[in-house]
Structures are given as structure tokens and as C-alpha cells.
T-cell receptor, first 112, second 112 residues
Framework: SQQGEEDPQALSIQEGENATMNCSYK?????LQWYRQNSGRGLVHLIL?????REKHSGRLRVTLDTSKKSSSLLITASRAADTASYFC????????????FGTGTRLKVLA | DGGITQSPKYLFRKEGQNVTLSCEQN?????MYWYRQDPGQGLRLIYY???????QKGDIAEGYSVSREKKESFPLTVTSAQKNPTAFYLC???????????FGQGTRLTVV
């Protein structure tokens, strides 16, 4: 399968705690993106990190990228109940085909 | 408001029927995608199109067909050849030179 892998598959934390989820991928990439999906809805783009970047921040989100290990992590700080959703990484394969390869997702539940 | 619209939100199909899912975008995006999502799973690419009157098969194109007669529209037909069509279908689009994808709200197809 070309799909990336994410871990953990599911994560349950208390409000105010930090949530970390990881993504591994298989091919060389131009960039890696993280998306959020609320139950039964479409995906929403959160943040993009390019292959020549190592870390990026956006509000409460922090993304790291290690191209030597073909892995990325998404950290959500000071989580809120509204952060409850599934989170997916997507890689933009360095192939010129404009195809994304999505990970299997992490289901995050933030308990109030 | 600019966006990507999928309809209907819920669709029921009888055995042996073809059904068509609509996807329209007013973002002036060149590339459009169809994904299938099964419960608790990631996204799998069915078809994508980078230009009007041209489209490419994704990883799971068997049993599906698409057309791209207009830039704004990329309908997906689920044919009777698709043996297990019950799933959540997501349409997405991407602007030229941009990395992030914009998703519709999805169509949930159920075989009855």
C-alpha cells in the first residue's frame, strides 16, 4: 500500500493536555500536510511543511519533519474539547502527478 | 462564498443501479479529486483530473467513472460493477501551484 502510517490510531486526553501524533511515509516528498476531519465531514487543511523545513508553528499547532526518517509529528498544545477529530497527514509525492498520499489517521478525543 | 460543494449528502443505491455523485467548485481550481473513505480508514484515491476533458485513474478506479466537461464540475458515477460501494465519498480540489487541497463535505452512499 502507498498509504502512510499514523500512530497512535486513537488517542484520548484531558482538556489542557498536549496531544502528539506521528506520521510515517514511504517516498520522497515535496511537502507534508496535516488535515483535520470532524466526524462525518470533509477534511480541513491545518498546516503545511516543506521538505526543506524541519519545524513549523501555527497557533497551538507545531509540526516537525524528519526527511531522513521519513516521519513527521503534529503537536497540539493546550487541547480543547473542540479539538476532538481525526487527524491525517498527507504527502505530496515528488512525482509531478499532483497526487496526495494520505495516512490512516489518528482519532483524537479530548475529554472536558 | 468560494468553496466546493458535494451533493447529495446522503444517497441510497439499490443493487445493480448506477448512481452519480455531484461535485462543483467555484475556486477556479484546475485539479479535482475523488476519494473513498471507509469507516475508521484513511482516504483512497479513485480518480483525479488536472484539466478539462482529461482524468487519471487512482488506486481504486475499478467500478467507477468520471467526466470533466467543465472546470467547475467533476461528477463521479458509481457503477453496478462496484461490488462494495457503501462508503463515504469525498471530492477535493487544488489550485495551480498550490499545495493544499480543499474538500467538500462528502456524500455518504449506502447500498440497500
Amino acid at each position: 500500500s502507498q498509504q502512510g502510517e499514523e500512530d497512535p490510531q486513537a488517542l484520548s486526553i484531558q482538556e489542557g493536555e498536549n496531544a502528539t501524533m506521528n506520521c510515517s511515509y514511504k517516498t520522497s516528498i515535496n511537502n507534508l500536510q496535516w488535515y483535520r476531519q470532524n466526524s462525518g465531514r470533509g477534511l480541513v487543511h491545518l498546516i503545511l511543511i516543506r521538505s526543506n523545513e524541519r519545524e513549523k508553528h501555527s497557533g497551538r499547532l507545531r509540526v516537525t519533519l524528519d526527511t531522513s526518517k521519513k516521519s513527521s509529528s503534529l503537536l497540539i498544545t493546550a487541547s480543547r474539547a473542540a479539538d476532538t477529530a481525526s487527524y491525517f497527514c498527507a504527502t505530496d509525492a515528488n512525482s509531478g502527478t499532483y497526487k496526495y498520499i494520505f495516512g490512516t489517521g489518528t482519532r483524537l478525543k479530548v475529554l472536558a | 462564498d468560494g468553496g466546493i460543494t458535494q451533493s447529495p449528502k446522503y444517497l441510497f443505491r439499490k443493487e445493480g443501479q448506477n448512481v452519480t455523485l455531484s461535485c462543483e467548485q467555484n475556486l477556479n481550481h484546475d485539479t479535482m479529486y475523488w476519494y473513498r473513505q471507509d469507516p475508521g480508514q484513511g482516504l483512497r484515491l479513485i480518480y483525479y483530473s488536472q484539466i478539462v476533458n482529461d482524468f487519471q485513474k487512482g488506486d481504486i478506479a475499478e467500478g467507477y467513472s468520471v467526466s470533466r466537461e467543465k472546470k467547475e464540475s467533476f461528477p463521479l458515477t458509481v457503477t453496478s460493477a462496484q461490488k462494495n460501494p457503501t462508503a463515504f465519498y469525498l471530492c477535493a480540489s487544488r489550485g495551480f501551484g498550490r499545495a493544499e487541497a480543499f474538500f467538500g463535505q462528502g456524500t455518504r452512499l449506502t447500498v440497500v
